[in-house]
């Protein structure tokens, strides 16, 4: 079923909202247990999987934005 616009609007601004809770507590998220690598962490948010590389204490990057219902793998992470 596609998202609607405005549903779709909505969910990116809530994703942003993470995006600002992570610049400010960049551990806040548990560590990706497919990786078991500290620095690779994600937060939950509705159905999704917000996985980012924590680079420092003042830098991070989203490294995926993945469905939590499909397997995690290299190819959905850097493919």
Known sequence: MPLSPKFATQVIDQFFSKERLLAS???????????NNESVREIIYKQF???????????????????????????????
């Open 25 to 35: 507590f960049p551990t806040v998220g548990r560590v990706v247990p497919e990786l």
């Open 49 to 79: 999987r917000i996985i980012y590389v924590v680079l420092d204490n003042e830098l991070i990057h989203i490294i995926a934005v993945h469905s939590s219902s499909k397997p995690l793998s290299n190819i959905s992470l850097f493919g």
